[in-house]
């Protein structure tokens, strides 16, 4: 519930303003002289003032709500100030509307014009202190990454921002970790700041694509060959482990590998050790070893399609990368990232993106912005320029999971505190916010 403080000296006038406010769902409380008016402020978390220019009988200057005004905007520059009097010259109220005043009402009011001047002030100052949360927000994000190489990702869910934590304190060390999450979500992206953020960054993060590698030539590309190992080979080759010595080697699906490869593939990790296709010369590196997948390796081991002691072995610590639909306030920064500027989008654009299950993971988002890029002939992308199936997605289904009913309900039995109705309704304080918009549900 909002709260509005009317400063009147008139009590027939303060009588009026809180019977027509408390009609409209407010809570009222009223002051008829400057002093009781900041005894409630000390009190109070007032959201708006009604403020009278005039506190004696017979004060027609103004002054006295002049010096008021100054003080409020001096000691509560967050709260709105309205002014409303019948008396009191047109300069002055320029000045104070300058000096910050919202709006000035003369007496006597029409009531519509009054409740419209404080529903839009209201939500102004709703949408200035969530836009104050979002930069704070901003602030400690840059502030927790500064000096940090986050390799150009965009994100701003909780989630990507806890899973660059983790991966930054992995980074200085050489342990081998795997990286899991859907095509397309982003892998790569983890592994290039781990290499970008460790002492061997100065050195090659060589990347190989297991699952596109065929049989027959994969311990070719991996530990190289020499002139004449097989046919085609007509000088020396080196491998990719060779070419990541000293720095940093990615694996992506490795999940993909062959029984056959996997056991070559072990020898190495375990010594370092390896020789090149056609020569008995063992070589050494120095190599540390990020994997990619995204099979359930645990499953694999069960079926008996990979080796258990290779798993531990690129398993160190593991990073869970979650699907985009499993992120949603990463959508519309990725978008507006791929977007670079070039076109903007409408409101119902960013909704549409949000309530798609995207699949295809960033990959897909991606293509779909440099398509609307090219299609769209407007300025501003609309939904209807996106081209998005309409099937139901998983993401508008997790936002329908609770109804509007269920969502007022919880925030009426916890007084309006936002993070105690998300507890109740176990969810996050993020995602209730996501549908109280959702919804159209104005914070109280």
Known sequence: MKKILVIDDNEAVCTALMTLFQLQGYQVFMAQQPGVAKSI?????????????????????????????????????????????????????????????????????????????????????????????????QQERLGLFAGKDLCGLVFASTAMEQLLQMALQLAPSNAAVLITGENGSGKEGIAQVLHANS????????????????????EAELFGAEAGAYSGATKTRIGRFEAADGGTLFLDEIGNLSLSGQMKLLRVLQTGEFERLGSSQTRKVDVRIISATNADLSHAINAGHFRQDLYYRINVVQLHLPALKDRVDDIVPLARHFLAGQKSLTKKAEQALQSYSWPGNVREL???????????LADEIDAGDLGLPQEQSAVKKTLD????????????????????????????????????EFYGIEPV
């Not at 017979?58 to 905007?73: C, D, P």
């Not at 509560?76 to 910050?100: F, R, S």
């Not at 991606?366 to 769209?376: G, P, S, V, Y």
């Not at 993070?419 to 916010?433: D, E, F, M, P, T």
Request: hydrophobic letters at 45%; charged letters at 20%; aromatic letters at 4%.
């Open 41 to 137: 402020l000390q009190q109070q978390s007032i959201d708006l003032i009604l403020q009278d220019m005039n506190f004696a009988q017979g004060e027609m200057s103004g002054v006295q709500g002049k010096e008021l005004f100054y003080q409020l905007r001096s000691d509560y520059p967050a709260i709105p100030v309205v002014l409303l009097t019948a008396w009191t010259h047109l300069d002055m109220v320029v000045e104070l509307v300058k000096a910050g005043a919202t709006d000035y009402i003369a007496k006597p009011w029409d009531d519509q014009r009054l409740l419209t001047t404080v529903a839009n002030t209201l939500k102004i100052k709703q949408l200035t202190e969530q836009n104050l949360k979002a930069e704070r927000k």
């Open 199 to 218: 002492s061997r960054k100065q050195q090659p993060l060589i990347k190989v694509n297991m699952g596109a590698l065929p049989a027959d030539l994969m």
């Open 366 to 376: 991606q293509n779909l912005c440099q398509r609307a890029l090219l299609l769209t």
């Open 401 to 436: 999971d609770l109804d509007k009913q269920q969502i007022e309900q919880a925030l009426q039995q916890a007084q309006g505190v936002v993070a105690r109705a998300a507890k109740q309704l176990g969810i996050s304080r993020q995602a209730l916010y996501r549908r109280m």
